[in-house]
């Protein structure tokens, strides 16, 4: 059989090669790409041929000072701190064709795949802005798909061959996509960036452990506005029990040292 006589289909490395003969269902894999990565417990050899990153809500309605954090109260200073370290390291990672994967809260403007328990910890008196209300500022529909609410803070660096997946619950894998596009990418390493490290990430990263992915939460690409000992619990709980915990500078050695 001729390889170059077949026609791909599919994306790689779960693609075939097909023709109106044959079907090849071997699969070649992407050239790997080993690396060797400090964490705060153990170093890792990995594979960046097999790797993603998933940046979690770094959004207006959590990141910007007119959005729905900020209305309520919450200081967003902390949430904006991941930007600089975010951009660097993406440029770095999609430079070796690891996929930037974007997790964002985008609800149906119906919101009818929302409970009312979920709806409470947004509004728990039934009169305040909650999901899919209009902020005061500017009027943009609170964590609604396609607002300005939902949308990647300006000063992060997402470009159009990122992925884009919009949740609905804390849990990124929860009732999205998610799954299926990193399985068909080949992706089993996860790098975790993102607010709020004690909530979003942190349930993401649990349910991406769950379902058998390698975790791998980036510190100073990820941050909380809750109180510290929500951060120390959520890395505590990481090195303990879901995967390793980096810094970006660490991950940038390891490229360089390949």
């Known amino acids: 059989m001729n390889p170059h006589s077949l026609r791909p289909l599919g994306v790689p490395p779960n693609a075939w090669g097909v023709s109106e003969a044959i079907a090849d269902l071997t699969r070649p894999p992407l050239p790997p790409q080993p690396v060797t990565l400090k964490t705060q417990t153990k170093c890792l050899h990995l594979d960046l041929a097999k ?49 930037v994967i974007w997790v964002n809260w985008g609800n149906r403007p119906d919101l009818l795949n929302i409970g009312a328990g979920l709806r409470h910890v947004y509004n728990p008196t039934g009169e305040g802005v909650g999901l899919g209300d209009p902020l005061p500022k500017n009027g943009a529909p609170v964590l609604t798909k396609g607002s300005w609410a939902a ?7 997402n470009q159009p061959e990122d992925i884009y997946i919009d949740k609905y619950r804390m849990s990124g894998f929860w ?3 998610l799954d299926s596009i990193l399985r ?11 607010v709020n490290a004690d909530q979003c990430v942190m349930t993401t990263l649990q349910d ?5 992915y390698d975790c791998i ?3 100073d690409c990820t941050a909380t506005t809750s109180p510290d000992y929500c951060r120390q619990a959520t890395l505590y709980n990481v090195n303990q029990c879901f995967g390793f915990v980096t810094h970006s500078q660490n991950i940038a050695e390891a490229i360089d040292n390949c």
Do not use: K, Y
């Open 184 to 194: 068909n990418l080949g992706r089993t390493t996860l790098f975790f960036g993102g």
């Open 217 to 219: 939460l980036v510190e």
């Open 51 to 99: 790797a993603a990153i998933l940046v979690v809500d770094m959004q207006n309605d959590f990141c910007h000072p007119d959005g729905w954090l900020a209305h309520i109260g919450v200081d967003v200073t902390p949430a904006r701190q991941p930007v600089a370290p975010l951009n660097a390291l993406l440029r770095r990672l999609r430079s070796l064709g690891v996929p």
């Open 208 to 212: 991406a452990n769950f379902l058998g």
């Open 151 to 157: 949308a990647i803070v300006d000063e992060l660096d």
């Open 175 to 177: 009732d999205t996509p």
